[in-house]
T-cell receptor, first 113, second 116 residues
Framework: AAGVIQSPRHLIKEKRETATLKCYPI?????VYWYQQGPGQDPQFLIS???????DKGSIPDRFSAQQFSDYHSELNMSSLELGDSALYFC????????????FGSGTRLTVV | GENVEQHPSTLSVQEGDSAVIKCTYS??????FPWYKQELGKRPQLIID?????GEKKDQRIAVTLNKTAKHFSLHITETQPEDSAVYFC???????????????FGTGTRLTIIP
């Protein structure tokens, strides 16, 4: 069965650089959630999209932006990277208005050096 | 917004014994409570979930109980095995969502170690 695909799996960037993370949800899933998980921390909600519109926003820095495209994939853009941005970034998708839960992608490990 | 607390933060259990992890939530509107197992560097994997219309759910060695009145839910793992060692997260949400605005709120995690 198709899962949530995230790319890249690993990314190394220098401080002040820009990174773009991609998420391809399960077909027919119209909602995407982004989470950031620091070392030893629980996943923290960043932002979500429903039908290509931002639906909710969490603790996402102003340096980050995201969008959902017409094919429902989503991209998280991170600029002026800081050392503290090093984390695992997970994307999860689900079908809105259904009783089914969330499916997580394998994550992107971002290391800022 | 929802706030989920989880205890204990670490738990060591002798192989074969039972492990119990407890969570409380704050938003009475929450009705979906999944538990995730996460191995180092991997994605959270759903191991069991419960909805507010039931008080208990069991799947082989894993069970979850929910007390809606007290707003707490617990994960029970019986006959623990070394491969149960991982970090476990509880979470809360409201399903079905409407317009994508029902995110998962996670607990702070429990590192479970099974001692052979």
């Amino acid at each position: 069965a198709a899962g949530v695909i995230q790319s890249p799996r690993h990314l190394i960037k220098e401080k002040r650089e820009t990174a773009t993370l991609k998420c391809y949800p399960i077909p027919r899933h119209d909602t995407v959630y982004w989470y950031q998980q620091g070392p030893g921390q629980d996943p923290q909600f960043l932002i979500s999209f429903y039908e290509k519109m931002q639906s909710d926003k969490g603790s996402i820095p102003d340096r980050f932006s995201a969008q959902q495209f017409s094919d429902y994939h989503s991209e998280l853009n991170m600029s002026s990277l800081e050392l503290g941005d090093s984390a695992l970034y997970f994307c999860a998708s689900r079908e809105d208005s259904s009783n089914y839960g969330y499916t997580f992608g394998s994550g992107t490990r971002l290391t800022v050096v | 917004g929802e706030n989920v607390e989880q205890h204990p933060s670490t738990l060591s259990v002798q192989e074969g014994d039972s492990a119990v992890i407890k969570c409380t939530y704050s938003d009475s509107a929450s009705n979906y409570f999944p538990w995730y197992k996460q191995e180092l560097g991997k994605r959270p994997q759903l191991i069991i979930d419960i909805r507010s219309n039931v008080g208990e759910k069991k799947d082989q060695r894993i069970a979850v109980t929910l007390n809606k009145t007290a707003k707490h839910f617990s994960l029970h793992i019986t006959e623990t095995q070394p491969e149960d060692s991982a970090v476990y997260f509880c979470a809360a949400s409201t399903l079905p969502a409407n317009f994508g605005n029902e995110k998962l709120t996670f607990g702070t995690g429990t590192r479970l170690t099974i001692i052979p």
